[in-house]
């Protein structure tokens, strides 16, 4: 058995067999990998399949041309025999003519003189076609000629020539003569293009990994010049396909490398002996790149055809103008009004490397006409996106590290409010001296800190920073649905200070000396005039400094800086100076990116304060923070000198700062909502908090919750909102108890104690509230305080109560309703229902519940 080919011979013959049988290669062959050793071997047997069908033409050639002179032999006995037929057919006619002849012998005579037109006819379409085809043949053979002579134009037309008359034989495309006319034309064919494709390589040379680019128009040793090569070229239809593959090869050699402005280096662009290369290295100016393209559009006019240079301007070049535009010219637009200077000088340079190129005859330069065109409102474009990209930067970063602010606010306030105030339990700062001492209202303003300062030390605070006074977003605007129902105090009894009585010497000082208030009824005073007794005096006020801190994080100052440099850049284009510059008309547009960096604030931010521990309550902070920032921004705007009018007209922050603050209480608001949403569940949910398994393990998870919240807020509010957002989760707990309490259907006795002892583990949230954790009443015990929990826990006192209630008898709580204060929180019907619930239906509970039901106000409407 013979040895198996080699994978080479073998893949030779399945090319060859393609390409003399059109038959496909078996599977087995198909799969042998092509490497470089096979191509030779390959190319080889192509070579020899070629070499072999080119002899059995010639010998086809010679077979046949004996057939040629035989049919032009007889051509000529043809002829003969027409010019008998014709002699014939006068006879046959003249014979006709005469009466005698008989009727079959006429019929005779037609069927003969139709058949000899046929033949007549058909000899004439064989004379026609063989003239056809020796005509095709003297043509290729004149084709030959002129390949063989170098004369490859000439060549073409008389190829084209050849398909012409080719055409016009009118024989079957299956006659073995047209067949082998047809194979002979597409040979001359092929090696007419292997001249041109010779030709253009020889004449293009792009050496993409050594980056060098040499085109020649002609050389010596070659007939031909390139534009002859590119006619040629046209007629295979392969101009536009080369042209393409050619700027390709340009691009990756030279331009690619040159355009990279990524790169640590660029290379720069030479012309040198009819060659385009890169070498060397160049800075990355915008002239500078300019300056190289211009060497290579202008080394490409010089040496391509024109219509290489029209193909190339119209389908190949918008391309790379795209990306000048998009990569190397918006690069250098500056996100500010600096280096103005420097981008109108690109703006100029674009538009002179624009000229010139039209000039050189390139055309679809509308990328950098309209970039240039489109300058400012790139610049604006610019500005913006770096703007809107620097918020989202610095919230990516995280919160960093808290700042202590301050906030100072100055309120006028009467005698009255301030023994209010007093009663209440705020006691005076440091700064202050009492009532009598505020003479001066500039001189009782404590000296203001800066808005970074640190957190002043303990016992500096002002006492009445408890009451919320000077706080952005307080209890009104903060979170309106709680601050509106003002919660209900527990009346508390404050001894009255006898006029005579002295001072104690211990460290309890009554709150109130520090104010002065009360020193008018003080007869030892001898410094205080007695006021001028009127039937109506005028109440006295003075002017009160409210203070507060709080935290802000590290975000609110980059976006407040970022604000003021564009406001700054923006009245700077107002000026006169700037009236002649490109970008004076994007004064507007520079005006608005605050407001658009505000709302990507807004947007973005909840993202990034979220997940921080306290971070909405931050998120709070900041807003206010920007908002009052801006506010004082503004004001001092619309009063400086040095801007005109037109700067201090165009800034509009009014509408950013009230979103930034509906923005704030939405915050806020929604953190409370998802802290009650978190309380409510740990409590039952839905279900009744006194049937749950283990309420007493739900209430505990409750208030838990609520401390280590207060916990985590108190370093970040302030503390007027800090007493408010655990007061309202405080108030949530309670709420949430006396509901479920007063939906029960009976309460026993032993019940109603089980539910007075979880009534007092909520009350441990009084902790929260005590004074002495406010700095204020310091000294005393804990069982001495009063706990301001009622204050902002509207339901506090109700939840006291309605223990007081579980745990008495009838009679005390026809006490309580009567002489004490349920009256105050609960109304009649809820009293009855927990009546009814708590105690067996006789005389004396329908007598109780008459008497409640009668007496609606027992303590009055003034109550």
């Known amino acids: 058995m013979a040895a198996a080919e080699p994978p080479p011979a073998q893949l030779a013959q399945a090319l060859v067999d393609f390409s003399v049988h059109g038959s496909f290669p078996e599977d087995s062959v198909s799969k042998l990998p092509l490497d470089a050793a096979s191509l030779p071997v390959a190319i080889k ?77 058909y000899n004439s379409q064989v004379k026609e076609a063989l003239r056809g085809i020796r005509t095709v043949n003297r043509t290729l053979d004149e084709v030959e000629q002129a390949r063989d002579e170098r004369r490859i134009l000439d060549a073409l037309h008389l190829l084209e020539k050849s398909w012409t008359e080719l055409d016009k034989i009118s024989v079957s495309r299956s006659c073995r003569a047209i067949r082998l006319l047809d194979i002979r034309a597409f040979e001359l064919k092929s090696d007419v293009h292997q001249v041109f494709d010779h030709v253009w390589n020889a004449l293009i ?22 534009e002859d090569a590119v006619i040629g070229l046209k007629a295979y239809k392969e101009v536009d396909q080369r042209t393409s593959r050619l700027w390709q090869d340009i691009n990756q050699a030279v331009l690619l490398p040159r355009l990279d402005l990524a790169a640590d280096t660029v290379p720069g662009i030479h012309t040198e002996d009819g060659a385009l290369e890169i070498r060397g290295s ?22 391509l055809p024109p219509d290489l240079v029209e193909t190339i301007s119209s389908t190949l070049l918008p391309e790379t103008m795209d990306k000048i535009t998009s990569v190397w010219l918006d690069s250098v637009v500056p996100s500010s009004l600096q280096d103005m200077n420097h981008f109108q000088d690109v703006i100029a340079a674009t538009k002179d490397f624009a000229a010139r190129l039209a000039a050189m005859g390139f055309s679809n330069l509308g990328a950098l006409q309209e970039w240039t065109e489109n300058a400012p409102r790139v610049w604006l474009s610019k500005c913006r996106e770096a703007a809107l990209d620097s918020v989202r930067v610095k919230l990516s970063g995280g919160l960093g590290a808290p700042t202590r602010v301050e906030k100072v606010e100055k309120q006028m306030v009467s005698q009255s409010e301030g023994k209010q105030l007093v009663a209440s339990g705020a006691t005076a700062s440091a700064d202050d001296h009492g009532w009598g001492a ?96 009127t039937s109506q005096p005028e109440p006295q006020t003075r002017e009160l400094v409210l203070k507060e801190t709080y935290s802000i994080s590290s975000l609110p100052q980059p976006v407040l800086d ?56 931050y998120l709070y902070n900041d807003s206010v923070y920007l908002a009052e920032r801006l506010a004082d921004f503004a004001s001092a705007w619309k009063q400086r000198a040095g801007i005109s009018p037109r700067a201090q007209a165009m800034l509009r922050l009014d509408n950013d700062i009230k979103a930034l603050h509906a923005f704030a209480n939405r915050t806020y608001t929604n953190e409370l909502t998802i802290q009650k949403t978190i309380l409510r569940d740990l409590l039952g949910g839905s279900q009744n908090l006194i049937h749950t398994d283990d309420t ?168």
């Open 45 to 121: 047997a192509l070579a020899d399949a070629k070499a072999k069908l080119q002899a059995e033409i010639h010998a086809i050639n010679e077979e046949t041309a004996d057939g040629v002179r035989t049919w032009q032999a007889n051509a000529q006995s043809i002829q003969d025999d027409i010019l008998r037929s014709k002699a014939l057919a006068a006879a046959i006619v003249k014979a006709s003519e005469a009466p005698t002849v008989p009727g079959h012998t006429v019929d005779e005579i037609e069927a003969k003189a139709d058949f000899l037109i046929r033949e007549l006819n």
């Open 205 to 226: 040379n792009v050496d993409i990994k050594n980056q060098r680019v040499s085109i020649s128009s002609t050389r010596e040793d070659e007939t031909m010049s390139l």
């Open 282 to 303: 160049t800075d990355k100016s915008i002239p500078s790149l300019f300056a190289d393209l211009e060497r290579v559009f202008s080394f490409l006019v010089q040496r």
């Open 438 to 533: 505020w003479d001066d209202g500039d001189q009782a303003v404590p000296e203001e800190t800066n808005g970074g300062a640190d957190e002043p030390p303990e016992g500096d605070d002002d006492g009445t920073d408890a009451w919320g006074w000077g706080e952005e977003g307080g209890q009104e605007e903060v979170a309106p649905e709680e601050s509106k129902e003002e919660p209900k105090e527990e009346p508390k009894e404050v001894p009255k200070e006898e006029p005579n009585e002295s001072k104690p010497d211990d460290d309890e000082e009554d709150p109130s000396e520090a104010w002065g208030w009360g020193d008018e009824a003080a007869d030892e005073v001898p410094e205080v005039p007695e006021p001028p007794k």
């Open 562 to 617: 970022l604000i003021f440099a564009i406001m700054e850049d923006g009245a700077t284009l107002t000026q006169d100076t700037y009236a002649g510059s490109p970008v004076a008309a994007q004064v507007a547009g520079l005006f608005s990116l605050p407001t658009l960096a505000l709302a990507v604030f807004r947007a973005v931010s909840p993202y990034y304060y979220g997940p921080e521990i306290g971070g909405n309550m």
């Open 696 to 863: 007493s393990a739900s209430l505990s998870s409750a208030i838990s919750r609520v401390h280590s919240l207060a916990t985590a807020w108190e370093d970040v509010l302030a503390r007027s909102v800090w007493q408010q957002a655990v007061g309202a989760l405080a108030d949530a707990v309670a709420g949430k108890v006396v509901s479920d309490v007063m939906e029960l259907p009976s309460i026993g006795q032993d019940e109603a104690y089980e539910i007075a002892a979880l009534i007092a583990k909520v009350e441990e949230l009084d902790e929260l509230f005590l004074p002495s954790r406010f700095g204020v009443g310091e000294g005393k015990g804990k069982e001495e305080e009063v706990p301001m929990t009622a204050q902002f826990a509207g339901g506090w006192l109700r939840m006291k109560y309605l223990s007081e209630v579980l745990q008495s008898n009838l009679a005390e709580v026809r006490f309580l309703w009567a002489e004490g204060e349920l009256s105050l929180y609960f109304t009649p019907e809820e009293v009855v229902d927990l009546v009814l619930v708590s105690f067996e239906d006789n005389p004396r509970t329908k007598e109780a519940i008459r008497e409640i039901r009668g007496n609606v106000r027992p303590l009055g409407e003034g109550r």
